[in-house]
């Protein structure tokens, strides 16, 4: 019977033992250091969203008022925006690892510190430190996504980073005001500054290693190949041309400028400036949604339905960008952006089109997250090699200001103009950036590096 047997071998599939299974991947859109970075970014912002809400409650509640409820705030950007113009320099001198651990503590640890007091002197001081770690993770998070993927998956990376930034402010936006309404601030406090500082070890998990060349087929993360230092010579004008050529102002041999080295944001402005002007739309909503519309109850609603939107526009623009080429969207985008905005302005008003208008928050957040993800893409491609930090540092000024523009200029113009006014002047400011944004073309898919080595021969470079 055994020699019979013999004959007919057993054709069961032996499983791997657990050393011959493939481990996880450190790089690429589903490698180890890329997830960690998507879970990381939650942790921050599940710190940052809350706050939104909860600091000027807990503001209020003293003697402040509401104007130092809003003074918080105000200091938070303020402090944000103030270390993103010396994000180049530290970007250079710092790994973007080192800076979002140290961003990750300055914005978690204060936290714990709200509860000591509800005096205004004491919060704005805890907001200003926060505002320090806010705008240094936020950068340092943008610029690691160029970091940790090949070019050719940096659409739907930025897109699934996008989802990571606004799935909080979607979930714990509301979530923190709802504890804090039933008096629970502390529990908030410890939370939100937990989950911030949890965001360390993730960061620190991380290879801290650059995807080496030809891995999967690519050019290393970050640098331009020959189609893409093409297209952002054409891209560029006359000003920005100046500014990616070297320092003698003269071009590359092969008649194409090269990108942008870090730390130069020429070629950088015109989707800096298509950003900023979608983004005072987003300010001017996320502050003043109930008073534009004629049933302010409906309010939180439409906040959900604009931040639901706009996490989907993100996703879908990301694989977009990497199956048809980063920047062909940021046009159309921003030019859908004006309408929804003018409409909404003129339906807000009328019980009868409400659902008009929550169509176009719907519509604005789509479009509105579609831009941010292809500006980033582009960004990064015009920057070139070396210029994620700059290209982070630009993008995130851009989303900033445009947001804090919005919130003060809406606040501003709506006893004048009325809010309805204010908003249509928002959606005609929207429309006049458009042509500026016309010279940027689409760019094509990223082309294959050579075998062995990056386009030029070069070795490639380690992580920052």
């Not at 690429?28 to 879970?39: H, K, N, S, T």
Request: charged residues 10%; hydrophobic residues 50%.
């Amino acid at each position: 019977m055994a020699a019979f047997t013999s004959l007919f071998p057993s054709r069961r599939r032996q499983r791997p033992t657990s050393r011959a299974r493939r481990p996880l991947p450190a790089h690429g859109l589903a490698g180890r250091d890329f997830l960690l970075l998507l879970l990381a970014t939650l942790g921050t912002f599940a710190n940052y969203a809350p706050m939104l809400t909860v600091v000027p409650l807990w503001t209020a509640r003293g003697a402040a008022g509401e104007g130092g409820a809003g003074a918080a705030t105000a200091v938070t950007m303020a402090t944000t925006v103030g270390v993103q113009l010396c994000m180049g320099r530290l970007t250079r001198r710092f790994t973007l690892r080192g800076l979002l651990c140290a961003g990750a503590l300055l914005l978690g640890l204060p936290t714990f510190g709200y509860v000591l007091s509800s005096g205004l002197a004491w919060v704005l001081t805890v907001s200003a430190v926060r505002g320090v770690g806010f705008g240094v993770v936020a950068v340092t998070g943008s610029a690691l996504v160029a970091e940790l993927v090949p070019s050719e998956q940096r659409g739907r990376a930025v897109g699934w980073y996008g989802v990571a930034v606004g799935l909080p402010q979607v979930v714990f936006l509301p979530l923190g005001a709802w504890f804090a309404a039933g008096g629970n601030f502390g529990g908030v406090f410890g939370a939100a500054g937990a989950l911030s500082v949890l965001a360390v070890p993730l960061v620190m998990a991380m290879s801290g290693r650059r995807p080496a060349a030809g891995t999967d087929g690519t050019a290393p993360a970050g640098d331009a190949g020959p189609d893409e230092q093409a297209a952002a010579a054409r891209d560029a004008g006359p000003g920005e041309q100046a500014a990616a050529d070297g320092a003698d102002g003269t071009a590359a041999a092969d008649g194409a400028a090269a990108p942008a080295p870090s730390g130069r944001y020429g070629p950088l402005l015109r989707p800096a400036l298509l950003l900023a002007a979608a983004s005072v739309a987003l300010g001017g909503l996320t502050s003043f949604l109930p008073f534009v519309l004629v049933r302010p109850d409906l309010a939180p609603t439409a906040l959900f339905v604009l931040f639901v939107a706009m996490i989907a526009g993100r996703w879908a623009a990301g694989v977009w960008s990497d199956r048809r080429g980063p920047g062909r969207l940021v046009l159309p985008a921003a030019a859908v952006c004006a309408p929804a905005v003018a409409v909404l302005a003129l339906t807000a008003a009328h019980e009868e089109t409400v659902p008009v208008a929550l169509a176009m928050v719907a519509l604005y957040g789509l479009a509105d997250g579609a831009l941010q993800n292809e500006t980033l893409v582009l960004m990064f491609r015009r920057a070139g090699p070396s210029g994620s930090g700059a290209a982070g540092t630009a993008w995130n000024m851009a989303y900033d200001g445009g947001t804090g523009l919005g919130s003060a200029g809406v606040g501003l113009a709506a006893p004048w103009l009325g809010a309805g006014g204010a908003f249509g002047a928002v959606a005609a400011l929207i429309a006049l950036s458009v042509p500026a944004g016309a010279p940027l073309r689409p760019g094509g898919r990223v082309r294959r590096a050579c075998q062995g080595g990056t386009p030029g021969g070069a070795p490639p470079r380690s992580h920052p």
